[in-house]
């Protein structure tokens, strides 16, 4: 099992991760290149955040590159990446489509000197539509990724308690807060306590503020919470269902922009609220 698509980091094993992804530098081309052409060839999406407190100099697509790996590592655990009969090469399903709606595949090539010179196993070949004389040795086509089991999950349940760990929240995840909450913790602990009792209350006027994720192999929920602004959220809560005890668990919290990639495994998320 691969533990990524790519190299996400400098000092990653290549024999980690599954594909090099290639560019021309004599063209001009940058490492994100490869990406470049799949938000072009995709349905117009905003893959960069719109906060410049969350961007990063020289990235353009972090929250393509983050859902690209994501979806990969999902397809891989349920079997649906797609291997030629001579293994040769190798395709998935990215889970985008084209503007005309057509699905699009990430499509690779074997790397057969990938061990001897410590490399990836594969390289990336190119992104191409199902309709393309590229996929025909791949069909049937692989499916996309799956997540929801229980549509339940999708859904806030106003019923229900919300339970929070502050002692998580507040002493291992305390740099995710407001600034200003940071070197007081006694100030955090009110701020957080009288946010969250202001979300209980809007969700139960609106339930569809919880907008779904996935995480460690299951559905959770992220929820709002308006810290320093009673309009605008400044970080994310995460809370997971139990039935049992018909209550939410909330045991951490999120920065906005990390909240925002994880949300997009599953589809594109309402920027309502949930807006880096």
Not at 154 to 176: K, M, P
Not at 196 to 202: G, H, M
């Amino acid at each position: 099992m691969y533990e990524d698509l790519l190299k996400r980091y400098r000092d990653e094993d290549p024999r980690s991760v599954f594909a090099y992804f290639g560019f021309r530098t004599d063209l001009g081309e940058t490492w994100e290149a490869p990406f470049a052409k799949l938000a072009d060839m995709a349905k117009p999406e905003d893959w960069n955040f719109s906060q410049e407190q969350y961007r990063k100099e020289y990235t353009q697509f972090p929250i393509l590159i983050s859902y690209l790996n994501f979806t990969f590592l999902r397809l891989q655990q349920q079997d649906k990446i797609k291997v030629t009969s001579d293994g040769t090469r190798a395709c998935f399903n990215t889970g985008l489509q084209t503007r005309s709606g057509k699905d699009i595949f990430a499509t690779f090539f074997r790397n057969n000197n990938a061990s001897d010179n410590n490399q990836s196993d594969w390289k990336w070949y190119g992104f191409f539509d199902g309709y393309s004389a590229k996929m025909k040795d791949f069909e049937p086509l692989p499916d996309i990724a799956t997540y929801i089991d229980d549509p339940s999950l999708l859904v806030f349940d106003y019923r229900y308690e919300l339970e929070i760990d502050f002692n998580h929240i507040l002493n291992d995840n305390r740099e995710r807060l407001p600034e200003i909450l940071q070197s007081n913790p006694v100030l955090a602990r009110n701020a957080v306590e009288g946010a969250i009792n202001q979300l209980k209350d809007k969700l139960r006027r609106n339930y569809k503020m919880a907008i779904p994720h996935w995480y460690d192999e299951r559905i959770q929920l992220l929820l709002p919470l308006c810290i320093t602004d009673d309009t605008q959220a400044d970080v994310v809560v995460v809370a997971e269902k139990n039935s049992e005890r018909r209550k939410y668990m909330v045991r951490t919290v999120l920065t906005m922009d990390m909240a925002y990639q994880n949300a997009r495994v599953i589809c594109a998320p309402d920027r309502q609220w949930l807006n880096p």
